[in-house]
């Protein structure tokens, strides 16, 4: 945990709007408040983010349930993203679940992501939440084979400089 890195990541978030800057205050929230006892210097900042949450809300007119749907989308979809670029899909067709999808009405469901036919074939995911029947995810990837890097200065050249990959996802219902 850096406090530095989370303040600068709410605070570049606050330069995209008010909207990034409440699902990004809300994600840090989820992420930290667990810590809240264990850090003393924690304690005011999450305190700080919830009184902005409570701003934010009313600026947006959002009322809490509205808040936390919207949230709850952006956590789902966050833990897909990183089970994928992680490459954390197990091996031989097992499932991993991705996160509660919220239904809308309080209620949560479990997904699952798995890839029955191994690294390269569709990812499946149950129940399948989308209106398509088949959906491509893609991202930018520099894969580095250098284990350990001097400073973050190192290791950031190395990312900057190293060949881009365009990683691609195949999603289909299970």
């Known amino acids: 945990f850096s406090l530095e890195q989370a303040q600068g990541v709410l605070h570049a978030a606050r330069f995209q709007g008010r909207w990034r800057s ?3 205050s809300l994600h840090l929230s989820t992420l930290y408040e667990p810590l809240r006892d264990d850090k003393p210097e924690l304690a005011s900042f999450l305190d700080e ?4 949450q409570t701003r934010w809300m009313k600026e947006l007119h959002l009322d809490k349930v ?3 749907q919207a949230y709850d ?3 789902w979809c966050d833990r897909l993203s990183l089970i994928l670029c992680r490459n954390e899909l197990p091996e031989m067709g097992r499932a991993v679940e991705i996160y509660p999808d919220p239904l809308g009405n ?3 469901t479990a997904h699952w992501v ?3 036919g191994g690294p390269g074939s569709p990812v499946v995911v149950t129940p399948w939440p989308f209106a398509d029947k088949e959906l491509v995810v893609s991202v930018e990837a520099q894969q580095l084979h250098q284990l350990r890097f001097r400073d973050d200065a ?3 050249a190395a990312l900057h400089f190293g060949p881009t990959q365009t990683l691609c996802w195949i999603l289909q219902p299970g």
Do not use: D, N
């Open 154 to 156: 190192e290791l950031a």
């Open 114 to 116: 798995r890839q029955p």
């Open 22 to 24: 409440l699902l990004t």
């Open 106 to 108: 309080g209620q949560r």
């Open 73 to 75: 989308l952006l956590h």
């Open 49 to 52: 983010l919830r009184a902005r």
């Open 66 to 68: 509205q808040t936390q």
